[in-house]
């Protein structure tokens, strides 16, 4: 289990996480981001507890997304596939996510909701993951952001299996932090 804790003067957030079965408990005050953290997990395989509270909405969920990247980077193992890809279908929308767990950041979308767009972004960015994500269909916001966590998820539950080899040429992909 990892335990990530940020404080700020605008928000408190603590993160455990492990490499499991899905199970989640998420607070943050906001329902649907909870349950866009939640589906993200049990799709991911990771056992979350997440409690957040902030000043302001955009406060809070950009550094919840920063937590939680940080924490999913410290449980991907040194030898995962690396590369995941899922396509996910939800009533109306159908949404791909393709995920690099090799250590460099990268995001391309868009969402087209700014703040989960921006949630993404920051996600990826303290993951140190490199993700494409492509709307291929969906008007409905709702089902388009849900199908987008679920293939993010799906992708890197993918990514993040223990294949015993480390995948890259370089002959390392996590950084080593002493």
């Known amino acids: 289990m990892t335990t990530i804790v940020r404080e700020t003067k605008e928000t408190k ?19 649907f ?7 993200f997990a049990r799709y991911a395989g990771l056992d979350l507890t997440l409690h957040a509270r902030g000043d302001l909405r955009h ?11 940080a924490a999913v980077q410290k449980v991907i193992p040194a030898t995962a596939a690396r590369y995941g890809e899922r396509t996910i279908p939800m009533d109306d929308a159908l949404v791909q996510a393709c995920i690099d767990v090799g250590g460099r ?6 969402l087209r909701n700014k703040l ?7 996600f990826c960015e303290h993951a140190r993951v490199t993700l494409h994500l492509r ?16 293939a993010l998820g799906m992708a890197l539950r993918d990514a993040m299996v223990d294949s015993g080899v480390v995948f ?6 996590a950084l080593e932090v002493k």
């Open 135 to 150: 709307i291929l269909r969906g008007k409905d916001s709702h089902h388009v952001t849900e199908a987008a966590f679920k």
């Open 168 to 173: 890259s040429t370089k002959g390392a992909v």
């Open 33 to 39: 981001f909870d349950h866009m953290l939640s589906t």
């Open 105 to 110: 950041f990268y995001y391309r979308g868009p």
């Open 116 to 122: 989960y767009e921006h949630v993404m972004r920051s």
């Open 59 to 69: 406060h809070l969920m950009e550094d919840v997304a920063i937590t939680l990247g």
């Open 13 to 31: 957030v603590t993160v455990e996480i492990a490499l499991g079965k899905g199970t989640t408990k998420v607070d943050t005050g906001l329902p």
